[in-house]
């Protein structure tokens, strides 16, 4: 049973689309994010959600937008996709707090053409 | 907000020599420092941690050790196994964000 789920793994769009992708993590953790890794490996935080409560990263452009239906889910919304916006974007989860137990999702790679 | 610095970027060693991997980190109120292998295709995985109040940590082949003095740590990768080839991000995390920094990720190849 996967812990963190994300949707879809692979994902090719033209630039100017709307695209969405999907996590889910059955842990019953309450602090869900969502990480951008570019083509240099480099890993990113762009959000991160806890119990309704959401921190913004403010160099994330607001094209992005999370959107976190209950506790268990948190899904990452694109707008006006650019070329710039090719990566793979992780979605994790966490306990509460403390940093323990951290878990990643198996990336979606997205490509916009 | 805490910085996380990750060196060599890459690392190519011989199988069965040993590979060491270092980061320092900026905020002293950053309080556990977690390790993560990433294989290709695949999310990261954590390998091994340590909190602040532990200076080493070991488990079978592979050890961290943490400076909180120095605001350093390490891996150390023991016997290396072409296996063991992937690329291993440091992260520190502290109370205040919730949220763990990675360094930048090391590339480690370990040749046959």
């Known amino acids: 049973d996967t812990a963190v789920s994300q949707t879809p793994k692979y994902l090719v769009t033209q630039m100017g689309n709307d695209k969405s992708i999907k996590c889910e993590q059955n842990?019953?953790?309450?602090?869900m994010y969502w990480y951008k890794q570019d083509s240099k490996k480099f890993l990113k935080i762009m959000f991160s959600?806890?119990?309704?409560?959401?921190?913004i990263n403010e160099t994330v452009p607001n094209r992005f937008s999370p959107k976190s239906p209950d506790k268990a889910h948190l899904n990452l919304h694109i707008n006006s996709l650019e070329l710039g916006d090719s990566a793979v974007y992780f979605c994790a989860s966490s306990p509460r707090r403390g940093g323990r137990g951290y878990t990643f999702g198996s990336g979606t790679r997205l490509t916009v053409v | 907000g805490e910085n996380v610095e990750q060196h060599p970027s890459t690392l190519s060693v011989q199988e069965g020599d040993s590979a060491v991997i270092k980061c320092t980190y900026s905020d002293s109120a950053s309080n556990y420092f977690p390790w993560y292998k990433q294989e290709l295709g695949k999310g990261p995985q954590l390998i091994i941690d340590i909190r602040s109040n532990v200076g080493e940590k070991k488990d079978q082949r592979i050890a961290v050790t943490l400076n909180k003095t120095a605001k350093h740590f390490s891996l150390h990768i023991t016997e290396t196994q072409p296996e063991d080839s992937a690329v291993y991000f440091c992260a520190a995390y502290n109370n205040a964000g919730n949220m763990l920094t990675f360094g930048g990720g090391t590339r480690l190849m370990v040749k046959p």
């Open positions: 842990l019953g953790h309450d602090t």
């Open positions: 959600y806890n119990n309704k409560e959401l921190i």
